[in-house]
């Protein structure tokens, strides 16, 4: 990621963060350059951290109501976790080597850009309602096809549901059928990081004056 806040360093403004760092490399001696990569990475790991809490966070909130039009409910918490754990920094010798990371599960990469999920193995996807829902959202089976005493038919409103037969005659909606689903962007992750990117670069300067006095 290229951090794209506009940043002030000697009374220069530069378009990014990261030439505002770069100029700032230039002004240190030889000695002082080789000293600045482990400042600068933990200034990295303290900013990736702090935009994996927010992250996490904002998508924490209990099924339904935490989904929102920028905010995913938090449903078995694995994915709130995994924020969390993909948080990595690698160090190298010079400003260019070091790596920052931040993600999550393979799928919140559809939540954080959104996406439209087609089905592919056959006809329909599955798309579970409450009643096939813990109440955390969670399902309760790992497939329709794992629901007995089921029925496809169509609802009065026209959408195409599997009903469950209940033991008194009536009957419940397990899922309803759809060709394709789209899911709009939520997790809100790269507004995260744009968002305290100019922390991030007050941080490591901080440190750099704390550390050599310039």
């Known amino acids: 990621m290229t951090l794209q806040t506009r940043a002030l360093y000697d009374g220069r403004e530069f378009a990014t963060a990261k030439d505002a ?16 990569p482990p400042i600068v990475a933990a200034s990295l790991q ?18 339904p109501g935490g989904t929102t039009g920028s905010s995913l409910s938090q449903r078995s918490g694995s994915a709130v976790r995994s ?14 080597s070091i790596r920052g990371y931040i993600g999550g599960n393979f ?8 996406a439209v999920i087609r089905a592919t193995r056959s006809q329909y996807l599955t798309i579970p309602l409450p009643a096939a829902l813990d109440s955390r959202g969670v399902p309760l089976r790992r ?20 009903f469950q037969k209940q033991p008194g005659g009536g009957i419940i909606p397990l899922y309803v059928l759809k060709r394709e689903v789209r899911i709009p962007p939520r997790l809100g992750m ?10 991030f670069l007050q941080d490591v300067l901080k440190n750099v004056r704390a550390e050599f006095g310039v």
Do not use: P
């Open 143 to 162: 497939s329709a096809r794992m629901w007995a005493n089921t029925f496809i038919a169509n609802s009065r409103a026209g959408n195409l549901l599997i």
């Open 21 to 36: 760092l770069f100029a700032l490399s230039r002004a240190l001696t030889v000695d002082m350059r080789t000293r600045l």
């Open 107 to 114: 799928y919140l990469r559809t939540h954080e850009f959104g």
């Open 83 to 96: 924020i969390h754990d993909s948080v990595k920094v690698e160090q190298g010798a010079t400003l260019q």
């Open 190 to 199: 790269s507004l995260t990081l744009d968002q305290y990117a100019l922390e």
């Open 46 to 63: 303290r900013y990736l951290k702090r935009v994996a809490t927010i992250v996490a966070t904002r998508n924490s909130r209990g099924y």
